[in-house]
């Protein structure tokens, strides 16, 4: 977490809220772990200086990396990790315990990089040297904002040796799915997350072409999912709701809304995968 979903909801409320302001302060604060959310930086002075009296002219996505694009062709990226939050907030608000980055908007307000984990990032480059940063080249289709043709997936589950799922989850043919909506994506096509990508047959493709973008989809309008220990947060602060809506994952031992039998857990990668052992073969 989170997942393209997630980053997609906050990506449309930057735009909303953030989009033809400048920010006219930054600060990395003097906290455990901030110097490894600005890592590209070896000083925070170095990330500080070029934001501030900086426009942010608009905001783009790439797989589940902001770009944030500001004057003098600079862009500040953001990855938000497995736990990072952007949180708009009056200047007077407490502080989260967790907050290392906070920038100071034109107007009033502050946006505050929050990350328990602090397995997240920022950091500022021109915008001529995006395409040398080798985690945004090597991203593969967006399935929200990509041209997705069937041929696409068919001819790249006959070209890799690999199983379905972490094919999925690969950020260099699909970015931005990960292990929630990978997860729902192949219970809607009923295929099982072990399959050999070489053993799923054109009209499970077909599925899996029309699954990937609803489960994404749906996920954006329900602002995503909070899951757990809910550390996914939008731009204000509130938690999504689609994990009301799951069909599979996290929900181990309850009843298949298909069949009825019970979803089970499974390990992949050191990670939960959720199935119905009947619907998906």
């Not at 502080?95 to 505050?112: E, F, I, N, P, S």
Request: aromatic share 6%.
């Amino acid at each position: 977490m989170p997942e393209l979903p997630e980053v997609e909801v906050i990506r449309r409320d930057l735009q909303t809220e953030v989009v033809g302001r400048k920010i006219v302060g930054a600060q990395v604060r003097d906290v455990p772990n901030a110097p490894r959310v600005i890592r590209r930086h070896p000083l925070p002075a170095e990330f500080e200086a070029p934001l501030e009296g900086m426009t942010i002219s608009r905001l783009d996505r790439r797989g589940k990396y902001l770009l944030f694009y500001l004057d003098d062709h600079l862009v500040m990226v953001v990855h938000l990790g497995m736990s990072g939050q952007l949180i708009l907030s009056d200047a007077d608000q407490p502080m989260a315990k967790h907050t290392h980055v906070v920038l100071d908007l034109a107007g009033g307000g502050q946006l505050r990089y929050v990350d328990p984990r602090s397995f997240g990032e920022m950091f500022v480059t021109e915008e001529s040297e995006l395409g040398e940063i080798p985690e945004l080249v090597r991203l593969g289709r967006d399935p929200v904002t990509d041209d997705l043709p069937v041929e696409y997936l068919s001819d790249t589950f006959a070209r890799r040796k690999t199983r379905i799922k972490p094919l999925l989850m690969d950020q260099s043919f699909l970015c931005g799915l990960g292990n929630i909506y990978s997860d729902e994506v192949l219970f809607l096509a009923s295929v099982r997350h072990d399959r050999p990508t070489s053993a799923v047959s054109e009209a499970e493709t077909r599925l899996l072409h029309k699954a990937i973008p609803r489960v994404l989809k749906e996920s954006i309008e329900h602002r995503g999912s909070s899951i757990a220990d809910e550390q996914y947060r939008d731009l204000y602060g509130a938690a999504g709701s689609y994990q009301n809506r799951l069909r599979v994952y996290g929900r181990q031992a309850q009843p298949c809304l298909r069949c009825g039998t019970p979803i089970e857990r499974g390990r992949w990668s050191n990670r939960s995968t959720y199935y119905c052992p009947r619907c998906q073969t």
